[in-house]
């Protein structure tokens, strides 16, 4: 009864389509796929931790005390200058591998670079005015 049915079967034609004729899309990934998983939870992270530090901040200006503002500001505060060390050893391995790579490769490092050092300098606007305070 069932010795009938057959299973479908994939039919490749590899030079059936000539490609000279066929505008071929773009082989660019997206910004985010560039960046990989890590490096993008990374960047997320220090971002994350300068808007916490900033809405605690604005949160506090109003009403006095937070609950859990100690802790909030001492873990946040802590953690800024290590995001910022990690980062940029990471742009300074985007730079190593930019400069061992060439085409398509060496732009996105590049890329990734220019994106790294924005973050850092978004970070050290916000932080370097605390950073001055308690020194």
Avoid at 26 to 42: E, I, Q, T, Y
């Amino acid at each position: 009864m069932h010795e009938d049915i057959q299973a479908p079967t994939l039919l490749i034609f590899r030079d059936a389509i000539s490609t000279d004729t066929i505008a071929m899309p773009s082989s660019r990934k997206p910004l985010v796929a560039d960046l990989g998983f890590l490096r993008l939870g990374l960047l997320g992270l220090a971002i994350l931790n300068t808007l916490i530090a900033a809405a605690y901040l604005v949160a506090s200006q109003g009403s006095g005390e937070l609950p859990g503002e100690e802790v909030v500001g001492v873990v946040v505060s802590v953690m800024a200058p290590l995001f910022l060390v990690v980062i940029f050893f990471d742009y300074v391995m985007c730079r190593v591998r930019a400069a061992d790579a060439e085409g398509e490769e060496r732009r996105q490092f590049h890329r990734i670079g220019r994106i790294e050092l924005a973050v850092i300098g978004v970070t050290l606007l916000y932080w370097v005015p605390f950073f001055y305070s308690v020194t």
